[in-house]
C-alpha cells in the first residue's frame, strides 16, 4: 500500500510541473479513457457520469476504456511503446472495454451503448511523455507453430 501511494504521489507531482495544457489533455485522458472497474454493462452509466460527448454536444459514437492503471498506460509513451508516425502503439496488449453508441444522432442524455470486451494493442498520441489521446486499438493475430 505504501508503494502504491509513493508511486500515486510522484505521479501526481511529475504531471502538476507539466505545462497547463498537457495537464489538462492528459488528465482528460485519464478521465476518458482510464478505468480498472469498467465492465460491459456499464458504458451508458460511466460515459454518461464523466459527460463524454463529441465537441458539438452530441452522443459520442464510440469510447475505449482500458482497464489498466496510469503506471502501465503511461510507459506507452517511452520505454512500452513503439513510434508509428505521430503516434505511438503499445508493445504489450491491454484488456479493454469499447462502447459503441446503439442509437445513432442521440443527444445526452439518451446515449445507450453496446459494450465489448477486448484485448489488443493501443494506439495513442503522447506530449512530453504524457499520453493525450486514445486513437485506436489493434488486434494482434498471432500463429501458433507447431
Request: proline residues 5%; aromatic residues 8%.
Amino acid at each position: 500500500m505504501k508503494i502504491q501511494l509513493a508511486c500515486f504521489l510522484l505521479l501526481f507531482t511529475s504531471v502538476l510541473s507539466q505545462p497547463p495544457a498537457i495537464r489538462e489533455r492528459y488528465e482528460k485522458f485519464i478521465s476518458q479513457h482510464i478505468n480498472t472497474g469498467m465492465s460491459v454493462n456499464r458504458c451508458d452509466q460511466v460515459i454518461g457520469q464523466k459527460g463524454i460527448r463529441t465537441v458539438d454536444g452530441m452522443c459520442k459514437e464510440t469510447n475505449t476504456f482500458i482497464l489498466a492503471n496510469t503506471g502501465r498506460v503511461k510507459p506507452v509513451c517511452g520505454w512500452a511503446g513503439q513510434p508509428r508516425g505521430l503516434l505511438t502503439e503499445s508493445q504489450n496488449l491491454f484488456p479493454l472495454i469499447v462502447c459503441e453508441l446503439r442509437n445513432q444522432g442521440s443527444r445526452p442524455p439518451r446515449c445507450q451503448y453496446r459494450g465489448r470486451a477486448l484485448t489488443r494493442r493501443i494506439v495513442i498520441a503522447c506530449e512530453q511523455g504524457y499520453p493525450v489521446h486514445y486513437d485506436q486499438d489493434i488486434f494482434v493475430f498471432r500463429v501458433n507453430k507447431s
